[in-house]
């Protein structure tokens, strides 16, 4: 069902409320703030987080296949089929071209944000990968969170139904969730490395939703 006029005028102005952008930008941040430190001086929620993953940890087939689903062999194509089929529905209308260029930007900044992060950081690996360093935050979460949020962001206006819709968010976030079980289940990653890269990824497609609700032409469906 197509978002009246009174309802867009709502959701753009909560979605300018002060509260609502602390609860969208400044709760994932600080969480993130939070582990950062806790990773760089070897707190005690760092201590904590490795016994949590030992007692999480096991290694199988079903958890490897889900942490693949975050390689970037598989989450940019998918991207790519979204952005493809966005871009050939609004070929020829007003700026139809921003929405992709943005999420292709922001898929570009992902790689450059979490290499920077691995440097700085520089944490131990995860019992599967204990002789590295550098996992901290997880880079094939961040992959997939924004490759998958990115791609459901692009295609929400474009449904016409609410059951589309509803189905379409669930499938990114059981795709997404998916990923991350498989990471810390086999052992690749911590359990924090991957929270973090929630917090990161939340913030970046808040981003996102808030620069395509403000470039959208009068009339035009928002995503929700």
């Known amino acids: 069902m197509p978002i009246s006029g009174d309802q867009d005028l709502d959701a753009s102005a909560a979605a300018q409320h002060p509260r609502f952008l602390v609860v969208l930008f400044g709760i994932p941040a600080l969480l993130f703030a939070l582990i950062t430190w806790q990773v760089v001086v070897d707190g005690p929620l760092v201590r904590l987080d490795e016994r949590v993953s030992r007692g999480l940890l096991h290694p199988d087939g079903l958890s490897e296949f889900l942490s693949d689903?975050?390689?970037?062999?598989?989450?940019?194509?998918?991207?790519?089929?979204?952005?493809?089929?966005?871009?050939?529905?609004?070929?020829?209308?007003?700026?139809?071209?921003?929405?992709?260029?943005?999420?292709?930007?922001?898929?570009?900044?992902?790689?450059?944000?979490?290499?920077?992060?691995?440097?700085?950081?520089?944490?131990?690996?995860?019992?599967?990968?204990?002789?590295?360093?550098?996992?901290?935050?997880?880079?094939?979460?961040?992959?997939?969170?924004?490759?998958?949020?990115?791609?459901?962001?692009?295609?929400?206006?474009?449904?016409?139904?609410?059951?589309?819709?509803?189905t379409l968010v669930t499938a990114c976030l059981a795709l997404v969730l998916g990923v991350s079980y498989g990471l810390v289940r086999h052992g690749y990653h911590w359990p924090l490395d991957v929270v973090a890269s929630w917090c990161l990824c939340a913030v970046l497609l808040s981003s996102l939703w808030l620069f395509l609700r403000r470039t959208a032409r009068p009339g035009q469906p928002l995503a929700g």
Request: charged share 10%.
């Open 69 to 166: 689903l975050g390689n970037v062999q598989v989450a940019l194509p998918a991207l790519a089929v979204a952005l493809g089929h966005v871009a050939l529905r609004t070929r020829g209308t007003d700026r139809w071209w921003l929405p992709v260029t943005a999420a292709v930007l922001l898929m570009a900044l992902v790689p450059a944000l979490i290499v920077t992060l691995k440097e700085l950081t520089d944490r131990p690996g995860a019992p599967a990968v204990a002789s590295g360093t550098g996992y901290y935050p997880s880079g094939h979460t961040a992959t997939a969170a924004i490759a998958y949020g990115s791609a459901a962001l692009l295609l929400l206006p474009r449904l016409r139904t609410p059951l589309a819709r509803r």
